[in-house]
Nanobody, 125 residues
Framework: QVQLMESGGGSVQAGGSLRLSCAASGHTDSMSCMGWFRQAPGKEREGVAT??????NYADSVKGRFTISQDNAKMTLYLQMNSLKPEDTAMYYC????????????????????WGQGTLVTVSS
């Protein structure tokens, strides 16, 4: 069984940067779509970025500012976040889903079967 654990969240001022990490443990494989999602207070969870099978997708709101990447040797997924805005404030989650989940945008949240516990990002103006 795969387990995911996020880290790297924190509080920054607008314009700052953070790098989130998501470490995978357990029975992992490369036949998956990996994604970052976020949920702000009072809002639904939304896809931020997904990667898998040569396909990388981003929400319009983060294009040009966020970069998703993964290190298969370290079994770690990353989200580099630059030029952060107050509206980026949310709990950020990484998730694993089947390959097909990477072929759709927005990514269908219900298809991702493994989730981390989340890491909080707070951006102040």
């Amino acid at each position: 069984q795969v387990q995911l654990m996020e880290s790297g969240g924190g509080s920054v001022q607008a314009g700052g940067s953070l790098r989130l990490s998501c470490a995978a443990s357990g029975h992992t494989d490369s036949m998956s779509c990996m994604g970052w999602f976020r949920q702000a207070p009072g809002k639904e969870r939304e896809g931020v970025a997904t990667t898998g099978y040569g396909s990388t997708n981003y929400a319009d709101s983060v294009k040009g500012r966020f970069t998703i990447s993964q290190d298969n040797a370290k079994m770690t997924l990353y989200l580099q976040m630059n030029s952060l805005k107050p509206e980026d404030t949310a709990m950020y989650y990484c998730a694993r889903g089947p390959r097909a989940s990477c072929w759709r945008w927005p990514p269908p949240t219900f298809t991702f079967d493994t989730w981390g516990q989340g890491t909080l990002v707070t951006v102040s103006s």
